[in-house]
Every structure is written in structure tokens, then in C-alpha cells.
């Protein structure tokens, strides 16, 4: 299964014009952004508020991640502080795999921002969290906060946006998205050998565990003939075909 390096804006000096900081709203996106991920089957490491752009860059090059995803907020400069407006998917020039998921994002994002003609991807060699990991990696500018429009969208489509982030994710790992947990357990029923416990729900898919017969298994959320499993410790997915719920 998937593993991402999650890192909202550690700026706690950076204020929104309506209140709060960037650190605060962005680390608040990342709490709402966790279930899903978790409902999901995708994996993650977070940075936490203590830590900067360069210790997460660290920490982020010290692991083996998929993507690497950051989570910030905007504010311009000059004439234009503000008055910018729109939300920029930033991704790294020439990686194939970075600017994939950067149009992934910026389409959910259209489907939720005030008006989509403002939401754009961008390639960028400068900041850090881009051109510095190991990674395939994405930094999301949400929107503006220095402007009370945008400022004031962000507080209300926390939820909103998280949903559109992991959906992305989802689309962008080939994965089915899961808001929500339906926790169920399980015993795996097979007439011989093991129950492979793939990486995708798909009988090609790479094989991350096996299964015995009778083994105990611990459904997270099931589609397509297909449950998502944890079989200790590991996350995939096993064919229904062969679990009987308990």
C-alpha cells in the first residue's frame, strides 16, 4: 500500500488576515485529511509544529514515500499583498509522477474553489519541500490568506478540501477512495495454500502478505469483490471471494 509524507505548514508566524496562523489551518486540514487516509488504506508519516520546512525535508529523505505532500497557505507581496487570489499546486520540473498528482489535486480543488479559473498547477524549482525531497512531491497553496475572501474560504472548506486531496490521492495510487471506516472482522476461508494480501485490488497487483486459512483478519472497508484488510500489521486488499465476516 501507498506511504505519504504529510507536511502542513509548520509557520506558526504567519498570520491570517481573519485570525489564526498558517500552521494552525493548514495542521487542521491534515487532522481532517487522516481519517480518509486511514478509511482508505493509505499510509503516512506527519511532521508535527516543532519541526521546520528543513527538519521535515529531513525527515521525509530519511523514509521511503511515495509522495511527498505539503500543506500551505498563501500571501503575496508588494502591490499585490492582499489582493492575489487562488490556489497553486506547486510540482517538480520533469517529474512525471509530481506533476500527475499536482493536476490530480488541482482538479478537485476546481470542483471546490469559488472560481476555478484561479486553481492552476505550477513547476518550481525554489521551494524546498519540492525540489529538495526524495520523493514525487507536491506543495499545495490553498488560497491566499492575506485575503479575506480567500481567507475566509479556507475556514469553511477544511472538509471540503480534505476530501479533494485524498480523493486525488486515491485516483493518483489507483486505489478506491473511503471516507469512512466500516470496521468489521474477519477469518480467512481458504480450501488451500494462503490468501495473497495484494498492494491494489487487482489480481496483478504486487503481493504484500499471505494469508493462512483461519487466519484472523481485520477488515477496514470493502468494494468491488475486494476488502481492505489489516493482516498484521499489514494494509492491502484480499478477495472477498475468500473471507467470511464474523
Known amino acids: 500500500m501507498p506511504i505519504i ?46 519541526m521546520t520546512a528543513a527538519s521535515s525535508i ?3 529523505n530519511a523514509g521511503n514515500y511515495d509522495l511527498h505532500l505539503a500543506l500551505h497557505s498563501n500571501a503575496a507581496a508588494g502591490a499585490q499583498a492582499g489582493k492575489a487570489r487562488g490556489s497553486i499546486v506547486f510540482y517538480y520540473p520533469g517529474s512525471a509522477n509530481g506533476q500527475r498528482a499536482a493536476n490530480l489535486i488541482a482538479d478537485g480543488l476546481k470542483t471546490i474553489y469559488s472560481d476555478p479559473n484561479l486553481v492552476r498547477t505550477e513547476a518550481t524549482t525554489t521551494l524546498g519541500e519540492v525540489a529538495r ?42 486505489i478506491p477512495f473511503f471516507q469512512t471506516e466500516n470496521r468489521r472482522q474477519g477469518v480467512v476461508d481458504v480450501e488451500w495454500g494462503n490468501l495473497n494480501v495484494r498492494a491494489r485490488p487487482s489480481t496483478s497487483a ?28 499489514t494494509i492491502g486488499y484480499v478477495s472477498s471471494e475468500f473471507v467470511t465476516v464474523v
Open 206 to 233: 504486487a503481493i504484500v502478505a499471505q494469508a493462512p486459512d483461519g487466519a484472523p483478519i481485520t477488515i477496514i472497508n470493502s468494494a468491488n469483490g475486494w476488502h481492505l484488510v489489516n493482516y498484521n500489521g
Open 58 to 60: 529531513t525527515a521525509s
Open 133 to 174: 525531497v526524495n520523493a514525487p512531491s507536491v506543495l499545495i497553496e490553498l488560497a491566499f490568506h492575506d485575503n479575506v475572501e480567500d481567507a475566509n474560504w479556507i475556514k469553511a472548506n477544511i472538509d471540503n478540501a480534505a476530501r479533494v486531496i485524498v480523493l486525488a490521492l486515491t485516483e493518483y495510487f489507483d
Open 5 to 50: 509524507y504529510l507536511s502542513p505548514s509548520t509557520q506558526d508566524w504567519n498570520p491570517y488576515v481573519n485570525g489564526g496562523t498558517e500552521e494552525e489551518w493548514m495542521n487542521l486540514l491534515a487532522d481532517a485529511m487522516v481519517p480518509m487516509l486511514d478509511a482508505s488504506g493509505i499510509r503516512y508519516n506527519r511532521n508535527t509544529p516543532d
